[in-house]
């Protein structure tokens, strides 16, 4: 293997060669990322609005859900106390519970005003 020996003054010159090659390589290298990596943010950023709007619908789905469930059991609580309310079952809850009964028409007395 033979070494070469070169004056100072060429590694001066080969130096100031390679400083240039260096800087395009790294120009070109920082482009070359940049522009990749565009794209990709953009691609992250597409998936992550994606993933929010499909969480958005399954929580807009449940609340529609609950929503019929409540509607449901409102109007089923409405119907009860529909039924609660009439008055033929709370005369027969105050005869059979607490042994009310009509009055006799022959013992109803009007009052005259004063």
Known sequence: MRVRRTASRN??????LKAPRV???????????G?????????????????QALEIGYQIA???KRLKAVTRE?????????VLKSPERIGALAGQSLGLAWPDPSRIRLLAPH
Request: zero cysteines.
């Open 23 to 33: 800087i395009s390589y790294l120009l070109t290298l920082s482009i070359f990322a």
């Open 11 to 16: 590694r001066k010159e080969i130096r100031s």
């Open 74 to 82: 409102n109007e089923r609580l409405r119907l009860e106390t529909a």
């Open 62 to 64: 449940e609340a529609e």
């Open 35 to 51: 522009t990749i990596s565009v794209p990709v943010a953009v691609g992250f950023f597409y998936v992550k609005a994606r993933l």
